[in-house]
């Protein structure tokens, strides 16, 4: 378990795996939405580049 002071100063306990959780959705909502601004650019984001070829040994 976790004592969070939220914005309002509001004191909650969370355990420590569900802030984890939220907090990885907020990344990927994040990195959503930078993705549709870099296409809107004509830029290719980092996660859609073509992977190289690797050498045949």
Request: glycine residues 0%; proline residues 20%; positive net charge.
């Given at each position: 378990m976790v004592d969070i002071t939220q914005e309002s100063g509001?004191?909650?306990r969370n355990l420590r795996m569900g802030l984890l959780t939220l907090n990885y959705g907020h990344n990927n909502e994040i990195y959503g939405s930078m993705v549709v601004y870099l296409r809107m650019k004509n830029i290719v984001p980092p996660a859609s580049e073509p992977?190289?070829?690797?050498?045949?040994?």
């Open positions: 509001r004191q909650t992977r190289p070829q690797q050498k045949q040994p």
